[in-house]
């Protein structure tokens, strides 16, 4: 079964829509030679730049995606966006349950479930973010936490509802703090994540979901990331907007899944 590895852009609360047209237009131009069948790679500017990137991107190899979404289809929720807004602008992936919306905005794994359920249902990608935060790392809670976030975020969803979804190991120890999990961390909490995959819903479909690396991802630690078995792409924050950044770790992945063969 082959995954194909997936490199997504972050942009969390930064770019102007103006920036946000200017910058996704550099990235196309940069990155047109990608084949999209070997290489997925989505960006995830801010809710307000999504129309207007959406234009930009609309003929290209490059998808769309969301940082978050209410798990309504509509309602009185004032400040909100809904599946149907996103679905509509051409959005394939929402980032779900980022360590940001979990620490700051107080999501839960409840929470987190029903986004899932509504993104699922609407046939967009969730890019599930699961990890442990240094505390819980250096008190040996991190497969604790693994299993918490997936048993709990994934609860009644069947294999049949799953075909589209993303996992994302971010350890908050590692974001934003340029201290990278080495391959072999990361490599190890991906495989314990894989495993519990495998318990919920057998080998088949657990070798078909990809779980990407987050955190501190740069051009310089993509290659030795990505040549993990597990490790199927990455999430990637504040490299994500800087073209260049961006653009290298795009290439370097492309460079080592053309010599990877990723069927089992
Ligand atoms: P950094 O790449 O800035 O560490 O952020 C990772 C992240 O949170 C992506 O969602």
């Known amino acids: 079964m082959k995954r194909i590895p997936l490199i997504a852009g972050n942009w969390k609360m930064y770019k102007t829509t103006t920036e946000a047209i200017e910058f996704a237009s550099a990235i196309k131009r940069n990155l ?23 234009e930009v991107i609309c003929d290209s190899n490059i998808k769309l995606g969301a940082q978050d979404v209410h798990w309504e289809r509509e309602g009185a929720f004032t400040g909100e966006v809904s599946i149907l807004m996103l679905k509509d602008l051409n959005c394939k992936y929402v980032i779900v349950g980022h360590s ?79 201290k990278t999990a080495t391959p072999q961390i990361a490599q190890e909490a991906q495989g314990y994540i894989r495993n519990l995959l495998n318990n919920l819903y057998g080998e088949s479909i657990s070798q078909q979901i990809r779980i990407l690396y987050g955190g501190s991802v740069k051009p310089d630690n993509i290659r030795e990331l990505i040549k993990q078995p597990d490790i199927d792409g990455a999430l990637v924050g504040g490299a994500s907007l800087i073209l260049d950044s961006f653009v290298n770790i795009v290439k370097y992945s492309y460079d080592e899944v053309k010599n990877i063969c990723m069927d089992y």
């Not at 249902?121 to 250096?138: A, D, F, Q, T």
């Not at 997936?150 to 799953?162: C, V």
């Open 32 to 54: 047109y030679q990608i084949n999209p069948e070997l290489l997925e790679i989505v960006i995830c500017p801010a809710f307000t730049a999504l129309s207007d990137v959406s």
């Open 100 to 178: 940001e919306r979990r620490t700051y905005f107080k999501e839960t794994n409840e929470i987190i479930n029903k986004k899932l359920k509504v993104v699922l249902k609407e046939g967009l990608s969730p890019i599930l973010c699961v990890g442990e935060n240094l505390e819980e790392r250096e008190n040996n809670m991190t497969f604790k936490v693994l299993d918490d976030h997936i048993y709990n975020g994934l609860k009644d969803i069947s294999s049949l509802e799953l075909v589209n979804l993303v996992i994302a190991y971010e350890p908050v120890w590692a974001i934003g703090t340029g």
